[in-house]
Nanobody, 119 residues
Framework: QVRLVESGGGSVQTGDSLRLSCAAA????????MGWFRQPPGKEREFVAS????????YYAPSVEGRFSISRDKTGTRVYLQMNSLKPEDTAVYYC????????????WGQGTQVTVSS
Protein backbone atom coordinates (compact mmCIF):
# COMPACT_ATOMS: atom_id res chain seq x y z
CA GLN A 1 0.00 0.00 0.00
CA VAL A 2 1.21 3.49 -0.85
CA ARG A 3 0.78 6.26 1.69
CA LEU A 4 1.43 9.95 1.22
CA VAL A 5 2.13 11.86 4.40
CA GLU A 6 2.01 15.65 4.43
CA SER A 7 3.50 17.98 7.00
CA GLY A 8 4.23 21.66 7.43
CA GLY A 9 0.82 23.27 7.60
CA GLY A 10 -0.09 25.88 10.16
CA SER A 11 -1.50 29.32 10.86
CA VAL A 12 0.32 32.36 9.53
CA GLN A 13 -0.25 36.03 8.73
CA THR A 14 -0.71 37.60 5.31
CA GLY A 15 2.64 37.85 3.53
CA ASP A 16 4.25 35.04 5.50
CA SER A 17 5.74 31.86 4.07
CA LEU A 18 5.22 28.17 4.70
CA ARG A 19 6.82 25.03 3.31
CA LEU A 20 4.77 21.89 2.95
CA SER A 21 6.39 18.49 2.66
CA CYS A 22 5.03 15.20 1.39
CA ALA A 23 6.70 11.83 1.68
CA ALA A 24 5.63 8.62 0.01
CA ALA A 25 5.71 5.61 2.30
CA UNK A 26 4.90 1.98 1.94
CA UNK A 27 5.57 -0.12 -1.11
CA UNK A 28 7.62 1.38 -3.95
CA UNK A 29 5.54 2.76 -6.78
CA UNK A 30 6.04 4.36 -10.14
CA UNK A 31 4.37 7.63 -10.92
CA UNK A 32 4.10 10.16 -13.69
CA UNK A 33 3.81 13.14 -11.43
CA MET A 34 3.23 14.34 -7.92
CA GLY A 35 1.17 17.35 -7.09
CA TRP A 36 -0.50 19.55 -4.55
CA PHE A 37 -4.20 20.29 -4.42
CA ARG A 38 -6.20 22.33 -1.95
CA GLN A 39 -9.75 22.60 -0.74
CA PRO A 40 -10.78 26.01 0.60
CA PRO A 41 -13.62 26.13 3.15
CA GLY A 42 -16.94 25.44 1.46
CA LYS A 43 -15.38 24.99 -1.97
CA GLU A 44 -14.32 22.20 -4.31
CA ARG A 45 -10.84 20.79 -4.30
CA GLU A 46 -8.58 22.57 -6.81
CA PHE A 47 -5.23 22.01 -8.43
CA VAL A 48 -2.29 24.00 -7.05
CA ALA A 49 0.93 22.65 -8.57
CA SER A 50 2.52 19.52 -9.97
CA UNK A 51 5.92 18.19 -10.94
CA UNK A 52 6.65 15.42 -13.40
CA UNK A 53 8.79 12.50 -12.34
CA UNK A 54 10.59 12.43 -15.68
CA UNK A 55 12.23 15.72 -16.49
CA UNK A 56 10.87 17.61 -13.53
CA UNK A 57 8.57 19.93 -15.49
CA UNK A 58 6.38 21.99 -13.17
CA TYR A 59 2.89 23.38 -13.54
CA TYR A 60 1.01 25.91 -11.42
CA ALA A 61 -2.47 27.25 -11.01
CA PRO A 62 -2.63 30.91 -12.11
CA SER A 63 -3.62 31.94 -8.61
CA VAL A 64 -0.31 30.75 -7.14
CA GLU A 65 2.09 31.26 -10.04
CA GLY A 66 5.06 33.35 -8.94
CA ARG A 67 4.33 32.84 -5.24
CA PHE A 68 4.45 29.05 -4.83
CA SER A 69 7.20 26.71 -5.90
CA ILE A 70 7.04 22.92 -6.13
CA SER A 71 10.15 20.78 -5.94
CA ARG A 72 11.15 17.20 -5.24
CA ASP A 73 14.08 15.19 -3.98
CA LYS A 74 16.29 13.06 -6.21
CA THR A 75 14.23 9.94 -5.65
CA GLY A 76 11.06 11.68 -6.73
CA THR A 77 9.17 10.30 -3.74
CA ARG A 78 9.36 13.40 -1.58
CA VAL A 79 7.81 16.60 -2.82
CA TYR A 80 7.72 20.10 -1.36
CA LEU A 81 5.58 23.18 -1.79
CA GLN A 82 7.21 26.46 -0.88
CA MET A 83 4.47 29.04 -0.36
CA ASN A 84 5.48 32.70 -0.21
CA SER A 85 3.48 35.90 0.04
CA LEU A 86 0.54 34.01 1.47
CA LYS A 87 -2.90 35.53 1.24
CA PRO A 88 -6.11 34.83 3.18
CA GLU A 89 -7.53 33.21 0.04
CA ASP A 90 -4.79 30.58 0.27
CA THR A 91 -6.50 29.24 3.37
CA ALA A 92 -7.38 25.61 2.67
CA VAL A 93 -6.63 22.00 3.42
CA TYR A 94 -3.68 21.10 1.23
CA TYR A 95 -3.38 17.60 -0.17
CA CYS A 96 -0.41 15.83 -1.66
CA UNK A 97 -1.20 13.48 -4.54
CA UNK A 98 0.56 11.13 -6.92
CA UNK A 99 -0.42 10.12 -10.43
CA UNK A 100 0.56 6.49 -10.51
CA UNK A 101 1.66 4.73 -13.67
CA UNK A 102 -1.28 2.95 -15.22
CA UNK A 103 -3.83 5.34 -13.77
CA UNK A 104 -5.80 7.95 -15.69
CA UNK A 105 -5.50 10.51 -12.95
CA UNK A 106 -4.06 11.16 -9.50
CA UNK A 107 -4.84 8.01 -7.57
CA UNK A 108 -2.84 8.32 -4.37
CA TRP A 109 -3.76 11.00 -1.84
CA GLY A 110 -2.49 12.19 1.50
CA GLN A 111 -4.68 12.98 4.47
CA GLY A 112 -4.30 16.74 4.06
CA THR A 113 -2.73 19.50 6.11
CA GLN A 114 -4.44 22.71 7.14
CA VAL A 115 -3.05 26.07 6.08
CA THR A 116 -4.70 29.14 7.56
CA VAL A 117 -3.71 32.66 6.53
CA SER A 118 -5.14 35.53 8.53
CA SER A 119 -5.17 39.20 7.56
Amino acid sequence: QVRLVESGGGSVQTGDSLRLSCAAAGRPFSHYAMGWFRQPPGKEREFVASIRYSGGATYYAPSVEGRFSISRDKTGTRVYLQMNSLKPEDTAVYYCAAHGVGSQDYNYWGQGTQVTVSS
